[in-house]
């Protein structure tokens, strides 16, 4: 699956999801120390700049577009100002995606994650516009902690899944004979996935996963928990793998 990564950072998102198997097709990111990790760990990945200068019809077409847009409008630690901080980059997001929708490049799946005080500010409005677009959405509250980092760290991620293939959508459930929803197949994918046998602090030299040598503060307490984004891109491709098999059968059947 290819990836497009929107407000990349240091690439937590990035290697969570190379980790689940994903390829990285391009990034987003104008932060000066972020960009040269960056240019560091991805190499021949082209990176756009900034959010607000790129133009979907430049962009190649991916398979899940990824971003932890900025937090400081919606944290509990700041003025929370919402849609009135000049750090609030959604508009810019969704300005993407209806312009790749509008080209017939949406991508399938789209994944988000922010702050945990972002449920009681401003998620509605996201969720309502991935919805306009055409997108099913399943905010995720899951902190850090769950998988096994020192520190607890609340976030909530924002799942949407394209509906364009509606038939596909409910496919038979093998064990009960019934009919599941997708979202009820990724529920039930979402955590059994197996993790991969790595240990990321001898391996990275962090509990956190990402490098002792790679981070600042300001980037690492910025960055998206990458274990965690692992486990839902497998989670992702294990819902497209029995998808892909469910619509042969019915092409088979039919």
């Not at 990285?24 to 990176?47: A, K």
């Not at 760290?153 to 997708?182: C, F, M, N």
């Amino acid at each position: 699956m290819r990836v497009g990564s929107l407000c990349t950072g240091i690439g937590g998102f990035d290697l969570g999801l190379e980790w689940a198997g994903m390829q990285i097709s391009w990034q987003s990111e104008i932060n000066e120390h972020c960009c040269g990790e960056l240019r560091r760990h991805w190499p021949h990945v082209p990176n756009l700049g900034d959010v607000c200068s790129i133009q979907p019809e430049a962009l190649t077409p991916v398979d899940l577009l990824c971003g932890g847009y900025p937090c400081q409008p919606f944290s509990l630690a700041g003025k929370r100002k919402g849609k009135d901080d000049d750090r609030h980059l959604w508009p810019e997001i969704i300005r993407i995606i209806r312009g790749l929708g509008r080209m017939g490049n949406l991508p399938s799946w789209c994944l988000f994650e922010n702050v945990a005080g972002h449920i009681s500010m401003g998620l509605d409005s996201v969720i309502s516009d991935l919805e306009r677009v055409g997108y099913s959405c399943w905010p995720l509250c899951i902190p850090a902690g769950a998988v096994g980092s020192r520190s607890i760290r609340h976030r909530v991620w924002i799942l949407a899944h394209a509906e364009r293939d509606s038939i596909q959508r409910r496919t038979p459930d093998s064990a009960g004979g019934g009919i599941k929803s997708y979202e009820e197949q990724l529920a039930g994918l979402l955590f059994p996935c197996a993790w991969p046998s790595l240990s990321v602090a001898r391996t990275y030299r962090a509990g956190n996963g990402i490098s002792a040598q790679v981070v600042r503060n300001r980037a690492l307490g910025n960055a998206v928990f990458p274990k965690l984004a692992c486990y839902i891109g497998m989670a992702i491709k294990c819902a497209e793998e029995r998808e892909m098999t469910n619509a042969e059968l019915m092409m088979a059947e039919g």
